[in-house]
C-alpha cells in the first residue's frame, strides 16, 4: 500500500492550495480517508475525513467552512482543497486510509509521507 501526497508549497495569507493523495496498493472505494496535520513541535491532529462512498465528511472546527475534503475513484485519489490560508495553517499534511471514519491517528492503517505547507503572513 501506498499514499503519495503532493501538493504542498509556500502561499501567503488568504491564498489557496490543493493536496491531492494517490492511493495505489488497496481497493480505494473500501477506505475511508483523513487528512490530518503537524506543526512543528506539536502533535498530528485531525483535519478532515471522508466515508467510503463519499457521502459523509467532518471537519475539524479551525478548518470547517475554508478547506474541503473530496475523493476521485476513477483516479483512486483524494483531495483538500484549502481556501482562505492561515499562518496557523503552516503543518506538514498526511492523508490517511482506514477502514472506518475516524478523528483519531490510531484509526488508520494506512499513511502518507507528509506534504509540506507553509503559509506567510
Known amino acids: 500500500v501506498q499514499l503519495q501526497a503532493s501538493g504542498g508549497g509556500l502561499v501567503q495569507a488568504g491564498g489557496s492550495l490543493r493536496l491531492s493523495c494517490e492511493a495505489s496498493?488497496?481497493?480505494?472505494?473500501?477506505?475511508?480517508m483523513g487528512w490530518f496535520r503537524q506543526a512543528p513541535g506539536k502533535e498530528r491532529e485531525f483535519v478532515t475525513y471522508i466515508n467510503r462512498s463519499g457521502g459523509a465528511t467532518n471537519y475539524a472546527d479551525s478548518v470547517r467552512g475554508r478547506f474541503t475534503i473530496s475523493r476521485d475513484y476513477a483516479k483512486n485519489t483524494v483531495y483538500l482543497q484549502m481556501n482562505g490560508l492561515k499562518p496557523e495553517d503552516t503543518a506538514v499534511y498526511y492523508c490517511?486510509?482506514?477502514?472506518?471514519?475516524?478523528?483519531?491517528?490510531?484509526?488508520?492503517?494506512?499513511w502518507g509521507q507528509g506534504t509540506l505547507v507553509t503559509v506567510s503572513s
Open positions: 496498493g488497496l481497493t480505494f472505494s473500501s477506505y475511508a
Open positions: 490517511a486510509a482506514g477502514f472506518f471514519v475516524s478523528r483519531q491517528v490510531r484509526g488508520y492503517d494506512y
